[in-house]
């Protein structure tokens, strides 16, 4: 039998010629190296898996078991939503909400606030309001429900799905929206007064799609709230998914635009609908997505099995009616064991980072391009640290312009490459990977670039030897 993590090591390898069946067996690592549960596989690159969960099916044996077994980070499907928490104006009710976060926390889990300002499910007094007195029930809201959480909620969607679908790029209209433009960034604001510790995140839907006027509308909301101070961490992108709104295949470049403004970025609300080997390939995109920009800190799907979802009858979960795994869940495994960019979360929620743009930075214009043959550096930096393994990053370093480059990773015995993100690796000895760019590789004088990978060390902590050569 094959872990999911041996297999992609195969794959990795380009399956098929001899030289890589035999390294594959050379590189074998102990089955359990691969996480065999979601949360564990996510774990592998730091990133969490979560689940959306409904207080009222807890008690279903089958559901709490797999929820327990897979997830590490927990939202309420319904209970933290203002109609559960505020029924009545100024009465708070949060016996659901406690029993989805006791459960979590109790199980060691995390928990994702969901979510305190929306123009749905709202009380029915709330919807009943305009004007500045829903504006200040709306902050009173935000601030009793962040303070009854205080310090128990990794990250909260202060505000839920607030721009319209379409092309106008507009907020979507709604009783808090005529409050007033600036609702948005009064909500984050109370939010982040009543528990500064939370991740504070804006949340929504059909902003997958870099070029849509949601997306666009969206990411300027956040780059205006960073560059004036609004205090804002975090985007969820919901990630509900059909045929008629299916994954982005350049989702990884949504996700990589909105992480350079300096906030981390989540999949907050995944479901696929479907079934079979396209569904599961749906599922891989996103994982690969995900992982392939290091400030997406984490997955949390919609509900456990096909049938716990609010769309039930598109079967858009990773777990079958019985619970059975499906062929969704198999592909998420093995594209979380198969590592990416190590997640590097913002350490502090007030992060000063510069902010990046959503165009690629030009290239400085160099007036004389440096002379000389071509060459390049490699440095190496250590990574995330476990007991069995650790990461690297290789970074290359352009001297002199160049048209591509070749980096050579020796590692010391017994230690054994696992998995490789950014660049192309081949294996001509079982201790030596070349690695080459994923494309022309050409860079200017002064340009980097990294690569990464995962070393099983067998308690050997040496750095591996890099070296670049330029064309
Ligand atoms: C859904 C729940 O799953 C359903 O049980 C409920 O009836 C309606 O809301 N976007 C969101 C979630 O942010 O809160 C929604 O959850 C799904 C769409």
Not at 9 to 31: D, I
Not at 362 to 389: F, Q
Request: aromatic share 8%; glycine share 8%; proline share 5%.
């Amino acid at each position: 039998m094959t872990t999911p993590r041996q297999r992609n090591r195969a794959r990795l390898l380009g399956a098929g010629s001899l030289v890589a069946a035999t390294l594959a067996v050379a590189l074998a690592v102990p089955a359990q190296a691969a996480g065999s549960t979601l949360q564990a596989a996510a774990a592998g690159s730091g990133r969490y898996f979560g689940t959306a969960i409904a207080g009222s099916r807890l008690n279903d044996g089958t559901y709490s078991g797999i929820a327990n077994r897979e997830f590490n980070m927990i939202t309420a499907e319904n209970e933290m939503k203002a109609d559960a928490t505020e029924p009545n104006q100024n009465q708070f009710n949060f016996s659901s909400g406690d029993q989805i976060l006791n459960w979590a926390t109790s199980n060691g889990k995390k928990v994702r606030g969901h979510a305190l300002a929306w123009y749905s499910q709202q009380p029915g007094w709330m919807q009943n309001m305009s004007g500045s007195a829903l504006r200040s029930a709306m902050l009173n809201h935000v601030t009793q429900v962040a303070t009854h959480y205080k310090g128990k909620i990794y990250a909260w969607d202060v505000v839920n799905e607030a721009f319209a679908d379409g092309s106008s790029g507009a907020r979507r209209d709604s009783n808090l929206q005529r409050t007033g433009n600036d609702w948005i960034e009064a909500a984050f604001k109370a939010a982040r007064a009543a528990d500064p510790n939370a991740k504070l995140c804006y949340n929504d839907y059909n902003t997958d799609k870099w070029t849509d006027a949601k997306t666009q509308a969206v990411y300027n909301m956040v780059k205006d709230f960073k560059s004036r101070g609004v205090p804002i961490d975090c985007v969820g992108f919901q990630a509900h998914f059909n045929s008629q709104s299916p994954v982005p295949s350049n989702y990884d470049t949504t996700l990589r635009n909105f992480a350079n403004l300096g906030v981390d970025v989540q999949i907050t609300e995944l479901d696929i609908e479907g079934s079979g080997s396209n569904q599961a390939q749906q599922f891989q995109g996103v994982v690969q997505a995900c992982l392939s920009v290091a400030r997406c800190t984490g997955i949390t799907v919609w509900g456990v099995r096909d049938s716990d979802s609010w769309r039930a009858s598109g079967t858009p979960l990773l777990f079958d009616s019985s619970g059975n795994k499906k062929a969704a869940y198999t592909s998420v495994l093995n594209a979380l064991n198969a590592g990416g960019t190590t997640s590097t979360p913002d350490p502090t929620s007030t992060s000063p980072n510069p902010t990046g743009t959503a165009t690629p930075t030009p290239t400085p214009t160099t007036t004389t391009p440096p002379s000389g043959n071509p060459s390049c550096t490699a440095t190496y930096s250590e990574g995330e640290k476990w007991s069995d393994r650790f990461n690297g990053t290789v970074t290359i370093r352009a001297n002199t312009n160049i048209s591509s480059w070749t980096s050579y990773v020796t590692v010391n015995y017994p230690q054994r490459i696992i998995a490789t993100w950014n660049g192309s690796p081949t294996w001509p000895s079982s201790n030596v990977m070349v690695m080459k760019p994923n494309g022309n590789g050409a860079l200017s004088a002064g340009q980097t670039v990294s690569f990464g990978f995962t070393v099983m060390h067998g308690g050997n902590w040496t750095w591996p030897g890099v070296t670049c050569t330029a064309s």
